[in-house]
Nanobody, 123 residues
Framework: QVRLVESGGGLVQAGGSLRLSCAASGGTFSSHTMGWFRQAPGKEREFVTTITRRGSIYYGDSAKGRFTISRDNTKKTVYLQMNSLKPEDTAVYFC?????????????????WGQGTQVTVSS
């Protein structure tokens, strides 16, 4: 069983930056694809970005040019650097792990989820 714990959320002004972290325990972190999703109130959970076991990266439209995903297999942690934040980025951000290790951009492909961390961007 894989346990994921997100941290780093908070309140930031528009144009600011935050770095989210997701620490994993259990399982084989280096073999998993790791992804970030977000969910705003009243909306569906939305794909943000993913990084495969081999380091291939894909960004959703909302993240392109502003967000950067990275992973540190020695620390079993995946990061999401978010720059130029906008009020519409306000959401709960979830970390997820996919045992396949392949490129995964949909919720159903992920096997494990964290509890989420709140990001609020004020205008």
């Amino acid at each position: 069983q894989v346990r994921l714990v997100e941290s780093g959320g908070g309140l930031v002004q528009a144009g600011g930056s935050l770095r989210l972290s997701c620490a994993a325990s259990g399982g084989t972190f280096s073999s998993h694809t790791m992804g970030w999703f977000r969910q705003a109130p009243g909306k569906e959970r939305e794909f943000v970005t993913t990084i495969t076991r081999r380091g291939s990266i894909y960004y959703g439209d909302s993240a392109k040019g502003r967000f950067t995903i990275s992973r540190d297999n020695t620390k079993k942690t995946v990061y999401l650097q978010m720059n130029s934040l906008k009020p519409e980025d306000t959401a709960v951000y979830f970390c997820a792990a996919d045992r396949s290790g392949l490129l995964s951009t949909t919720r159903v492909q992920y096997d494990y989820w964290g509890q989420g961390t709140q990001v609020t961007v004020s205008s």
